[in-house]
């Protein structure tokens, strides 16, 4: 799967390294301007064992949004690659949300990082 999108405001390219979906995200993303990254992140997409969220040119995350990013989480690891812009991590913060993703400082290494069962 290869999906670009170059919205005005953001940009959102989806791939696949085998069973790994890498997301590259880039700019704002909210209610009116997620509907690439909805396709991009499909809870449902077969075969897909791990995200890979590349979140380094995030400018901006409103709650539609996050809410859009966590739905893979909810059964198999998403990794959010890349330095995490301050904005994105003190949302994840406050709202408990950076429990449900592993980091890793690049997307080479994001697709193979060990990552903990999660606790339900």
């Known amino acids: 799967m290869d999906?670009?999108?170059t919205d005005a405001r953001n940009y959102v390219e989806a791939r696949s390294d085998g069973n790994v979906r890498i997301v590259v995200m880039a700019g704002e993303f909210d209610m009116d301007s997620v509907g690439e990254l909805?396709?991009?992140l499909d809870p449902e997409a077969a075969g897909v064992t791990r995200f890979v969220l590349d979140v380094s040119g995030v400018t901006f995350v409103d709650s539609t949004a996050l809410s859009i990013m966590?739905?893979?989480?909810l059964d198999r690891p998403v990794v959010l690659a890349?330095?995490?812009?301050?904005r994105l991590a003190r949302l994840l913060e406050i709202t408990g949300?950076?429990?449900?993703?592993?980091?890793a400082p690049d997307v080479a290494e994001?697709?193979?990082v060990?990552?903990?069962p999660r606790r339900r």
């Open 82 to 86: 890349g330095t995490v812009p301050s």
């Open 38 to 40: 909805r396709t991009a």
């Open 70 to 73: 966590l739905q893979p989480a």
């Open 3 to 5: 999906t670009h999108n």
């Open 114 to 116: 060990a990552v903990p």
């Open 97 to 103: 949300a950076d429990r449900a993703f592993a980091t």
């Open 110 to 112: 994001a697709t193979v």
